[in-house]
């Protein structure tokens, strides 16, 4: 196990190039299992949710080949149906591949979903869904079990825009027979990205950006050469780094249309923004000033980045309320920077913010993904040294995060933990 050992309190400044996106990839690596033939991503991004993704794959017989950012997959063989829970329960996505192996196979076990504990995080929208779409599928023992002859198209109309569940029906129903409509579906644009790909290998989609899909089912779907876009959560993570550094960064090869809640919102705290065809800079000269903010699904602001958002506002001026609507738990983050001088108290589905002059450097543990990379945000910000612990959470979605920062004048080193253990010890025994 490892810790970030960081010393806070150098501005970050430079240019950082963002790789492929951890959540268009994930879903892809579902829609992988619909199609015949060799399927070649490029920019696949080095992160650790989608090698357990590709892991699991291979348990049901896909062929997966990896060298770089450039991963082969053949999902011709496809011969099994069912996981064990331990590989399944690492991610949330594993449950996509409930439609995919249902539409190939007929059949499909796979034990209930983990992922990052923010929230209870039903499967209803996703079970109703298949359900509609001629399957019969049941929880059995903690294993979602289902069976279908022919999937055939159906109306399903979502409780809530879900991006989860409209990513993993629009792909099932790229092979059912007839016309699918997806109602109140949601238009994040990894919805979009994991269309292009659908389309890419054969699927008839239409409206995958509006909140109406209306997906025509095709008998065969082969595989295609499709390049992995730039992942719009890390890219707004190194934005807010910068401007809580008072420092001015550049993220490059990423849409500007996809950070258009966050940039208004940082200049609303006042940072400065400036943007390109394909690259967004933010900068910060000040203090920054206390806003509101509130979670929505896309265009909103994104829940994703509402924890290292929450780090920022902690030093700034005066009060700042995060309300957060899409996840009932997402908090696990504001204990942690309250050991690190932050004043923050949940009230309701809000957080409280009463800004600090600054933060201090203190050891905290990552809660979950985003939570850690909102501790990294306060470490690289905070007077002093801070030990993040639990970061495999964070290398779940944060690619070649230390060697960024550094690069960009960040002083963060990724150490074991026994070795940091070890030198901490030795120097608590000298103080004493
Ligand atoms: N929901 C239900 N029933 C369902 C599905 C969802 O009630 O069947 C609820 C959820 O509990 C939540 C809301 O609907 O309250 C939205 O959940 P959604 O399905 O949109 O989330 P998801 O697909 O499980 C993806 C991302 C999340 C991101 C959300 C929202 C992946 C792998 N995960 O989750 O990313 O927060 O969309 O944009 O794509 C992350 O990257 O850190 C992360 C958690």
Same mark, same amino acid.
């Given at each position: 196990m490892n810790v970030f050992r960081i010393q806070g309190g150098y501005p970050l400044n430079g240019e950082v190039p963002i790789g492929g996106s951890k959540n268009a990839t994930l879903a892809i690596l579902s829609a992988v299992l619909m199609a015949k033939g060799e399927t070649v991503l490029t920019n696949f991004p080095n992160?650790?949710?989608v090698e357990v993704k590709l892991q699991l794959l291979e348990k049901f017989g896909v062929r997966v080949e990896r060298e770089g950012a450039t991963v082969r997959i053949d999902?011709?063989?496809?011969?099994?149906?069912?996981?064990d829970e331990e590989s399944v329960r690492p991610i949330r996505t594993s449950f996509y591949l409930l439609g995919p192996?249902?539409?190939?196979?007929?059949?499909?076990?796979?034990?209930a979903p983990g992922g990052c504990k923010i929230g209870t995080r039903p499967v209803d929208f996703?079970?109703?869904?298949?359900?509609?779409?001629?399957?019969?599928?049941?929880?059995?023992?903690?294993?979602?079990?289902?069976?279908?002859?022919?999937?055939?198209?159906?109306?399903?109309?979502l409780d809530f825009p879900s991006a989860g569940a409209t990513q993993h029906l629009m792909t099932t129903a790229a092979l059912a027979d007839g016309i699918t409509v997806i109602e109140n579906a949601a238009v994040e644009p990894?919805?979009?990205?994991?269309?292009?790909?659908?389309?890419?290998?054969?699927?008839?989609?239409?409206?995958?950006?509006?909140?109406?899909?209306t997906i025509q089912g095709v008998r065969e779907l082969r595989g295609r050469e499709f390049r992995l876009p730039e992942d719009r959560i890390q890219a707004a993570t190194y934005l807010m780094m910068g401007a809580a550094t008072r420092g001015d960064v550049t993220v490059k090869g990423v849409l500007p249309a996809f950070q258009?809640?966050?940039?208004?919102?940082?200049?609303?705290?006042?940072a400065h923004c400036e943007e390109g065809h394909d690259w967004v800079r933010v900068w910060a000269d000040r203090r920054l000033t206390g806003i509101r903010v509130k979670t929505m699904p896309y265009p909103g602001f994104p829940t994703d980045i509402q924890q290292p958002m929450a780090a920022l506002l902690a030093a700034a001026d005066g009060q700042s309320v995060i309300e957060e609507t899409i996840y009932e738990a997402r908090v696990g983050h504001i204990s942690e920077l309250n050991r690190m001088g932050a004043r923050m108290r949940i009230e309701g589905r809000s957080t409280l913010i009463e800004g600090v002059p600054a933060l201090q450097g203190a050891i905290v543990e990552a809660p979950d993904l985003r939570g850690g990379a909102a501790l990294v945000l306060a470490? +690289? &910000? =905070?007077? *002093?040294? #801070? @030990?993040?612990k639990?970061?495999?959470?964070?290398?779940?979605?944060?690619?070649?995060?230390?060697?960024? +920062? &550094? =690069?960009? *004048?960040? #002083? @963060?080193?990724?150490?074991?933990q026994a070795e940091w253990e070890a030198s901490h010890s030795a120097y608590e025994t000298r103080l004493n």
């Open positions: 992160i650790r949710d999902a011709t063989h496809l011969n099994g149906y069912e996981a192996l249902l539409a190939r196979q007929g059949k499909a076990r796979l034990p996703h079970l109703k869904g298949l359900n509609l779409m001629g399957a019969n599928v049941e929880l059995n023992g903690g294993v979602y079990e289902g069976q279908v002859s022919q999937l055939r198209g159906a109306t399903i109309y990894e919805v979009q990205i994991l269309a292009h790909f659908l389309q890419a290998i054969g699927a008839n989609i239409e409206g995958a950006g509006t909140s109406t899909i258009t809640a966050l940039v208004s919102k940082l200049v609303e705290a006042g470490g +690289l &910000a =905070a007077e *002093g040294e #801070t @030990i993040v639990n970061i495999y959470w964070i290398d779940r979605g944060y690619e070649a995060l230390e060697d960024n +920062l &550094a =690069a960009l *004048g960040g #002083t @963060i080193e990724r150490v074991s």
